[in-house]
Nanobody
Framework: QVQLVESGGGLVQAGGSLRLSCAAS????????MGWFRQAPGKEREFVSA????????YYADSVKGRFTISRDNAKNTVYLQMNSLKPEDTAVYYC???????????????????WGQGTQVTVSL
């Protein structure tokens, strides 16, 4: 199976930056999509960003477009989320996720991702 381990969370001031990492191990292949979700207290888990391993195509939630950048390192089987211009509203536990999709389909629904990391806390203060 696929195992995911997130790291890089922490406490930052509004306007600051943070980079999250997610290292994958197991049977990942080109059909997989790796993404980031976040969940704030009392809120549902929401989609943040995703990247297709096959071609590197990226997807972003409207709330983070222009501020966050997702990228991959094929050699390390690692996906990154560079978060800039952070806002207090970005405070949440961030989860790395992986799912197997067809070449031309990528999902933003948590239920369609089969594998999840343990989460890393991101706190943005005023």
């Amino acid at each position: 199976q696929v195992q995911l381990v997130e790291s890089g969370g922490g406490l930052v001031q509004a306007g600051g930056s943070l980079r999250l990492s997610c290292a994958a191990s197991g049977r990942t292949d080109s059909s997989y999509v790796m993404g980031w979700f976040r969940q704030a207290p009392g809120k549902e888990r929401e989609f943040v960003s995703a990247i297709r391993w096959s071609d590197g195509r990226t997807y972003y939630a409207d709330s983070v477009k222009g501020r966050f950048t997702i990228s991959r390192d094929n050699a390390k089987n690692t996906v990154y989320l560079q978060m800039n211009s952070l806002k207090p509203e970005d405070t949440a536990v961030y989860y790395c996720a992986a799912g197997r999709f067809s070449t031309y389909y990528t999902s933003s629904l948590p239920a369609e991702y089969a594998y999840w990391g343990q989460g890393t806390q991101v706190t943005v203060s005023l």
